[in-house]
């Protein structure tokens, strides 16, 4: 079997270095030397031939590389024993990501477990690249936004604006935080107060005449997004002041909402109305300066991060990306899942038999790019979960689960991506979908059984799990 039959050719010349070896016996034949000449069979005080297990025994010796890894979640770890279970159970792609601190260096390391076109025994080549670039960029681009957002802190401190966030979640007494700002210009001294005794602190020292402004303001704030208000309140040194607070309202689904804003003290400029709208809108012009600042570093880190969480056969998002994604609380992403599809190309190890493993990859191309063009007016990411298998995650209120089903089932055999080995004569794909979501991480599973049920009915089909049962 040619190395071009399994690793895209541009892809191999970009690759640090790669090697191959017949998981049968898992002895790998050849000094692995990488394109500046390191051999790195020697650096780990063996010679070859020599066994893949002790290739890695020795990467991971902390008197080698000493080397932390995190590998693909479908492995438990890199050794022979792992890479056949992961090819027997199906899959054709691991991946691990490794990094080493002696030469600060980061690698990902691609394993594709395909048979042996002469011999049919399973066969593992092993390509490397070096992203050590990429992630020390991102670690760079991640200091500036977090200087950025420490430079507008400091921006809003000094021109003496309290920030603040109130949370207002069913079944919870009202919590609030606030920012050293914001407590000094309450004048609270407890640095340890909890979020229900400030809320209880701010609250009822609003003046009774102003209780219902602010109560509008609150409404206004989570009917329409935005909202801004001047009212009395009764500083505990200051006395009577007057206050001006301005922020927005975010839902948080089956929670309640939460209120975000500033709060500044404009006793001495509230008769001014002039000067007051003065300070304010200089106030306003440096933060939507310094949002502007703030947006481009983000643009930039996006840019980026676009080749880390993209596959780069396909163009779809990788699972590294789906699991960020998945685990992260702050978005509010995986509370607003609607639906998951499992699909996986039928019969494609007969499709890589008949036609070649070139061909291969460029159906996965072309159903990439379709895929990709769909999600733009869709409202769905999609995923390269392995090999031929790819997760859609729909985000959609607007299309019905098994509309967009039956939308996508079509869309890859209207590709008309010929293959002469199948009745259908087109390249197709069985699909299975779940819409409960009231426990996102089983949804893969559910989506999953699914559709081996739709494969298990004749391909080239549909299945939802909810309607299995």
Not at 155 to 179: D, N, T
Not at 297 to 322: C, P, S, V
Request: negative net charge; hydrophobic residues 35%.
């Amino acid at each position: 079997m040619g190395k071009h039959d399994i690793i895209n050719e541009v892809y191999l010349q970009k690759a640090l270095y790669y090697y191959d070896f017949d998981m049968e016996d898992g002895i790998v034949h050849k000094d692995i030397i990488d394109k500046y000449g390191r051999n790195h069979t020697e650096a780990l005080g063996l010679k070859s031939p020599c066994s893949f297990d002790e290739l890695m025994n020795r990467a991971y010796d902390k008197d080698y590389y000493a080397v932390y890894h995190v590998t693909d979640a479908q492995i438990n770890n890199v050794n022979l024993d792992e890479l056949r279970k992961a090819y027997d159970s199906g899959k054709n792609v691991v991946e691990a990501y490794i990094y080493m601190p002696k030469t600060e260096e980061y690698h990902r390391i691609s394993y594709y477990l395909i048979p042996d076109d002469d011999t049919g025994k399973p066969h593992a080549w092993i390509s490397a690249m070096d992203i050590t670039a990429d992630e020390k960029s991102r670690e760079v681009i991640y200091g500036n936004l977090r200087s950025e957002k420490s430079e507008i802190e400091d921006i809003v401190a000094s021109a003496r604006i309290g920030m603040w966030h109130i949370y207002l979640f069913e079944k919870q007494k009202p919590s609030m935080k606030g920012s050293s700002m914001m407590l000094q210009l309450m004048g609270v001294e407890d640095k340890d107060i909890s979020g229900e005794e400030l809320y209880e602190f701010w609250h009822k020292r609003i003046k009774k005449s102003s209780i219902p402004s602010v109560e509008a303001s609150v409404e206004e704030m989570i009917e329409s997004g935005f909202s801004e208000n001047t009212y009395k309140w009764n500083h505990p040194v200051k006395g009577e002041i007057y206050v001006r607070c301005g922020g927005t309202a975010m839902k948080v689904e089956g929670k309640g909402v939460i209120l975000r804003g500033y709060h500044g003290d404009v006793t001495s400029i509230v008769t001014s109305e002039a000067k007051q709208k003065q300070l304010l809108n200089e106030a306003l012009l440096e933060l939507k300066k310094q949002k502007k600042l703030l947006q481009e570093a983000l643009d930039n880190y996006k840019e980026a991060d676009y080749d880390r969480r993209r596959d780069f056969l396909t163009g779809l998002r990788n699972r590294q990306d789906m699991f960020e994604m998945l685990q992260d609380v702050l978005s509010g992403k995986r509370e607003n899942i609607k639906a998951m599809f499992m699909m996986d190309i039928d019969n494609f190890k007969m499709l890589n038999d008949h036609y070649g493993h070139t061909y291969g990859d460029e159906c996965l191309e072309r159903i990439g790019d379709a895929l990709n063009e769909y999600a733009k007016n869709n409202n769905i990411y999609f995923y390269r979960y392995g090999g031929e298998e790819i997760l859609g995650i729909s985000f959609s209120d607007k299309k019905d689960a098994a509309e967009t089903a039956t939308e996508i089932v079509k869309l890859i055999a209207k590709l008309n991506i010929v293959r002469g080995d199948m009745p259908t004569g087109v390249v197709t794909v069985s699909l299975g979908y779940t819409t409960d979501n009231s426990r996102y991480e089983k949804m893969i599973d559910k989506a999953d059984t699914a559709m081996y049920k739709a494969k298990d009915n004749g391909k080239n089909q549909w299945v939802c799990f909810e309607d299995m049962n």
